[in-house]
């Protein structure tokens, strides 16, 4: 956990765990040749029992000569800005200021007093909560530059090492109230379960440690089977599908818990029945159909590919129609385009994608220009029968951002032209065909 010449911050609060490990430590840090540094951080909760909670931490700083730091947080702020509990809200702000001190002070390491019954309140609170491996695997001994040296260590340990050295200390009174689930857990489970079976932190504990090296043997085994059947692009994960349809259920749930890692960060708030929807769309799902993920991303099944990908804010199309006239032009602003129509005797396609040749005989003047609507259909060129215009723009691989700005061009309630893609197979010249219609479009300056 600490190397030789390392710098250790300790998180201090002022309870028997906290004030122990610094204790500890301090007996202990020539041995280990550290620097100690300790930090408070003030939740803005509970008032006087709060700030004398900071007092009792500056105070026991200052007895052992360890450098000391407070940090203060607004947590009912956070908690309503990011709709959080008050739990959940006072854990993240508190690491965020740890680690924001730590990098301040140019800390190696930042020790936490976590004990045995805290891993064991979390393995019950995760098991209640239908957890998988990586859940009841608990707390880490080590997670980044975390360290939980006490972590073996029960509760009761703690506390006869604060009377044995005469080490002052604050309870704090919040841990009475059973209406937070950890404190019904250590006030009413775990008392209850001791009298089943009296080793049952231990025993939680050991389920920590079985299940934390199975966890990270599922998650080596995940790596590299997303390393074999994923394409990594700027921004996105490609997941082969069929590949990914061979594999065991619980490495394509990994697979894909890992590939969502990669573009997020992190597996928070990723649920089962999400992942299992997943499962399902990369499986059997219809092509074009999507599912949308925590942390702003999205996956959607392409022709063969499961694309995870951040969700882009769509852009407004315009609801609007507008006549373009044979011959004629129409200039669109809202879509930063012009669109000219030309009679013509040209049979020969242009090879330009902004341009389009139309059988004459086929189309019934004036056109019509739009962006796409809900079951819109169409034939595209070189195919038989009527696609979805959604299933086009997957297969044609159209960005999602930019499906709702693409123009069309109709002919009466027929679109004949998907302005940058493909003309209606329907409306395409042919040997017979005597007059063409030329469309262009040009970019309004």
Known sequence: MIAPRETVLVAISGGPDSTALLHALVQLRSRFRCQLRACHVHHGLRGADADADAKQAAD???????????????????????????????????????????????????????????????????????????????????????????????????????????????????????????????????????GIQPKVVAGLGRLAHILRAENEFMADQAAHALREIAAQRPGEVGIACGPFAVLPRALQRRVLRAAIARLKGDELDVDLERIDALVTLATSGRTGAVVELAGGLHAELTYGELVIAPTVPQPHAPDREWTLPVPGDVPIPDLGIAISARRSRAKRPPPHPTTALLDAAKIAPPLTVRTRRRGDRFTPFGMKGTVKLQDFFVNAKVPRSERSRVPLVLSGDEIIWVIGYRINERFKVRDKTRQTIRLEVTRLN
């Open 60 to 194: 026991l700083a200052k007895s052992l000569k360890v450098p000391f730091a407070k940090r203060r947080a607004d947590v009912p702020a956070y908690a309503r800005a990011h709709g959080l509990s008050t739990e959940a809200a006072a854990r993240a702000l508190r690491y965020q200021l740890l680690e924001s001190a730590a990098d301040r002070l140019r800390a190696n390491r930042i020790a936490t007093g976590h004990t045995a019954d805290d891993q064991a309140e979390t393995v019950l609170l995760n098991i209640i909560r239908g957890a998988g491996p990586q859940g009841l695997s608990g707390i880490p001994l080590v997670r980044g530059r975390i360290i939980r040296p006490l972590l073996e260590v029960t509760r009761q340990q703690v506390e006869q090492y604060c009377e044995f050295h005469k080490l002052p200390h604050r309870l704090d009174r919040s841990n009475l109230d059973t209406s937070f689930r950890r404190n019904r857990i250590r006030q009413e489970i775990l008392p209850a379960l001791a």
